[in-house]
């Protein structure tokens, strides 16, 4: 009986033992949640007096712009500011337009050009057969860096071929070759762009070329002017020291006169018309 008894009393305290543990873990753990709730409390503090000053900020700068809008200068802001917008948005889309326009425009430009390049070497390639009497030089042509390219060039050179090769003419070719390709392509540009003109004035032609060339050319310049017979306008104006061409272009068909210029006794330049075939 006072085993039993003894027994009891030690398990009666050891629970009271237990129980004094848990309760102690409790307040531990309660005491840590106080204490971030604590912390917690302090950060929501601390953000809400730096919004309550953000505000102030706010609130003053505010203020300050209200009074500012006030002047004379942001008078009608609301009205100028769309204005400016529709201006800005107009010329954006302008300017859109534009490079299309342009962009059009450059490539019907380079078109034209390529027409017209070929126009211009096709009647070179005739006037060149037709004129020179040489065996060296096939033909000639001008040759512009925008071909192939596929952009805007204004850089020429001349080309003559013989056979399948091509070389520049610049450095590599006599006087007389220089003055006769000078001339067709004169006569090449003119009959290109200027049908509608008037007047095709050569000054000395036959410079520089020997008699079968000079020749060649008398008979190119009569078939432009057979061509341009039906022009109303037209006039061929040659300035020469050359009387054997005078002759050779002066055919009676298309010309019975020509003009020297002289000078009389007092050496005044004096200007008479003779028969180019007295």
């Not at 706010?58 to 769309?82: E, F, G, P, V």
């Not at 529709?86 to 954006?92: D, V």
């Not at 005044?268 to 007295?278: L, N, R, T, Y």
Request: charged fraction near 30%.
């Amino acid at each position: 009986m006072r085993v039993s008894l003894t027994s009891g009393i030690i398990r009666f305290h050891s629970h009271d033992i237990t129980i004094d543990c848990i309760r102690h873990d409790d307040v531990v753990s309660e005491k840590r949640e106080k204490t971030r709730e604590l912390l917690h409390y302090t950060c929501l503090i601390l953000q809400l007096n730096r919004c309550h000053g953000t505000t102030s900020v706010y609130q003053s700068n505010i203020s300050k712009h209200k009074i500012d809008l006030k002047q004379t200068q942001y008078k009608d802001i609301d009205k100028r500011y769309c204005d400016q917008l529709i201006q800005l948005k107009t010329t954006e889309m302008a300017n859109k337009d534009l490079d299309r326009y342009y962009n059009a425009l450059d490539k019907a430009l380079m078109r034209f050009h390529t027409m017209k390049m070929e126009e211009i070497n096709k009647i070179i390639r005739e006037l060149w057969q037709q004129t020179y009497r040489g065996q060296d030089i096939d033909c000639i042509r001008i040759h512009s860096d925008s071909e192939g390219a596929g952009t805007r060039s204004y850089s020429y050179k001349v080309l003559m071929q013989t056979g399948d090769a091509e070389l520049e003419m610049r450095g590599r070719c006599s006087a007389g070759q220089k003055v006769l390709a000078s001339l067709i392509i004169r006569l090449a540009l003119a009959e290109t762009f200027c049908l509608n003109c008037g007047i095709l004035a050569l000054d000395e032609p036959t410079t520089n070329l020997d008699g079968p060339n000079a020749e060649s050319l008398a008979a190119a310049l009569l078939r432009i002017m057979e061509d341009r017979k039906g022009q109303e306008n037209f006039q061929l104006i040659v300035i020469t020291h050359d009387e054997r061409f005078a002759q050779l272009i002066g055919q009676r068909q298309h010309a019975e006169k020509y003009y020297r210029v002289a000078k009389d006794d007092h050496q005044h330049s004096i200007i008479e018309a003779q028969e180019i075939f007295d």
